[in-house]
Every structure is written in structure tokens, then in C-alpha cells.
């Protein structure tokens, strides 16, 4: 880089970092302002004292709850994702099932738009009793995700080379040995890119969870969207659980950006 050039660059990625940062940065500072510095015009940035008493208010009217309930779908809902979606997308990147329309029919069905389709589920879980229960949430975010795994995963697997998978089954190896032993090893990233990408819509959706849930499972969207009255809005309490609800994601980004990073250079976009 050419020294008069790199200031000039330095300072544009710092004013589109900060541009990035602010709205989260803002929330940050909301989630410790009194209830008169967040309806003060102009508005206060930077609260007068830095008090935990909207964390532990946030938490105690469900946001501990809500983070429990997202924490069992989220995670349970990408398990299988991963562990279905590896075996159909290495089935449709090997033997080329369907032909080479099966896996764009499976990625539309990710396409629909989740309004159309919340009414009827809404029915069927009704008659089976589901209503209100994890199974019902974690199916339905299973039937959006599986398609996005699937076809994420079988552009990692046509980037592996077939040889070494007959490789291994001239050494003794079944095709489910290989998949196993070979084929999923070797595509580690693109699963850890997969598996976040699933956890991120599971852990941030809430059309689903408001209309399937009721109050035995209130994920922490629902929760948050419940702290809005209709005589008064927590605004603090909002923040303070939002910023909580935000930490589970940073951090596995922060953990996984290695591999996250290799896995979305991998072929992931490969049709």
C-alpha cells in the first residue's frame, strides 16, 4: 500500500466501522439510561452512571427465560439441520439424485415467504397439540433451514476431489465409512459456516416462535417484542435484554472466525 494512500483508507474503514457500530453502540448506551435521558431532547448519548439494574429487570420479566427457550431450539434446530442436510446434500453431490433441478426445487422451497406459509402450520400443530411446545418451533425452523444446508453443503462436497473417497473404500472403507472418515473432515468449515448461518436465523426469528408459541415457550424476540406495553414501552429493559440476546452470537462468530472464514471461501456458492 502507498503511504499517501493509507491514511485516506485507514480513515474511511474507521468512519464505515463506526457508521456499522452505532446503532449497536446506541443500544449499548440506552440499556443503562434512566427513563428521563432516553426521552431528553437532544438526545443524551452517554448515561449519567453505568447501572446494571436494567440486566437484572430485563432478565427477571423473561428475558432469562426467553434466552433458554432460543438457546434449546437454536442449537437443536441446527444439529439436525447439519446432520440431515450433510447426508442429502453429499447424496445429491455424489450420485447426482434428482438430476441438476432437485437441489434448486430444494433451496425454493427456503424462498417462500414464512407469512405464507405460518397459518397452515399454525393448523396442523393445532390438531397434533403442538401448539406452544419446542417440537413445533424447532420442526419449523427445521423446514426453513434444512434447504439453505442443503444447498450449502453440496457446493462443499463438489469441491472435493471423488478420489479420495474411492481411495478409501479400495482401503476397506464403506461409503458411509467415507463419508464419515473423509468427506465430512475435509469440509469442516463449510459446517462450522453452515451450522452458523442456521443458528443466526433460528436465534433471530419471530414470526414463527410469536404465532406457534403461547407462554410455556417465549423465545427472546417474543420476549423482547413483550416488553412493549400497551401503556409503556421499557426502552432501557429492551436494550439491556437485546444486548444479552446479542452476546451468543459475537462470540461464536468471534470463536469460529477461522473456520468461518475458510468455510465461506470453500465453493459454498457453487450451484
Same mark, same amino acid.
Given at each position: 500500500? @502507498? ?23 446506541? !443500544? ?14 437532544? $438526545? ?56 441438476? !433441478? ?10 417462500? $415467504? ?20 419446542? &417440537? ?36 476397506? +472403507? ?23 448461518? +442456521?443458528?443466526?436465523?433460528?436465534? !433471530? ?17 417474543? !420476549? ?32 469460529? &472466525? ?11 456458492? @457453487?450451484?
Amino acid at each position: 500500500m @502507498k503511504d499517501h494512500l493509507r491514511i485516506p483508507i485507514f480513515v474511511g474503514i474507521f468512519f464505515l466501522l463506526a457508521l456499522a457500530l452505532s446503532p449497536f453502540l446506541w !443500544n449499548f448506551m440506552t440499556s443503562f439510561k434512566d427513563k428521563g435521558e432516553y426521552f431528553t431532547y437532544p $438526545p443524551v448519548f452517554i448515561p449519567r452512571s453505568f447501572s446494571g439494574e436494567h440486566y437484572l429487570q430485563g432478565l427477571k420479566l423473561g428475558g432469562s427465560r426467553g434466552i433458554r427457550d432460543s438457546v434449546i431450539i437454536a442449537v437443536t434446530t441446527t444439529a439436525l439441520s447439519i446432520a440431515l442436510g450433510s447426508l442429502a446434500a453429499y447424496a445429491l453431490a455424489r450420485f447426482r439424485i434428482g438430476g441438476e !433441478n432437485l437441489a434448486f426445487w430444494i433451496l425454493s422451497v427456503r424462498m417462500m $415467504p414464512p407469512i405464507a406459509s405460518v397459518l397452515p402450520l399454525f393448523l396442523f400443530y393445532r390438531s397434533l397439540r403442538w401448539l406452544d411446545t419446542y &417440537q413445533a418451533i424447532i420442526l419449523t425452523h427445521l423446514l426453513m433451514n434444512l434447504p439453505f444446508a442443503v444447498w450449502m453443503m453440496k457446493g462443499f462436497f463438489e469441491e472435493l476431489p471423488v478420489e479420495l473417497e474411492e481411495a478409501a473404500e479400495v482401503d476397506g +472403507c464403506g461409503r458411509l465409512g467415507a463419508f464419515l472418515r473423509i468427506a465430512l473432515p475435509l469440509v469442516a468449515p463449510g459446517l462450522v459456516a453452515t451450522a452458523l448461518f +442456521c443458528f443466526m436465523f433460528s436465534w !433471530n426469528e419471530f414470526l414463527f416462535a410469536l404465532i406457534l408459541g403461547r407462554s410455556r415457550v417465549v423465545p427472546v424476540t417474543v !420476549n423482547i417484542a413483550g416488553l412493549i406495553g400497551g401503556h409503556e414501552i421499557l426502552w432501557a429493559e429492551i436494550s439491556a435484554v437485546s444486548i444479552v440476546a446479542s452476546i451468543p452470537i459475537i462470540v461464536i462468530a468471534i470463536v469460529l &472466525q477461522r473456520y468461518l472464514v475458510r468455510g465461506l471461501t470453500l465453493g459454498a456458492v @457453487k450451484g
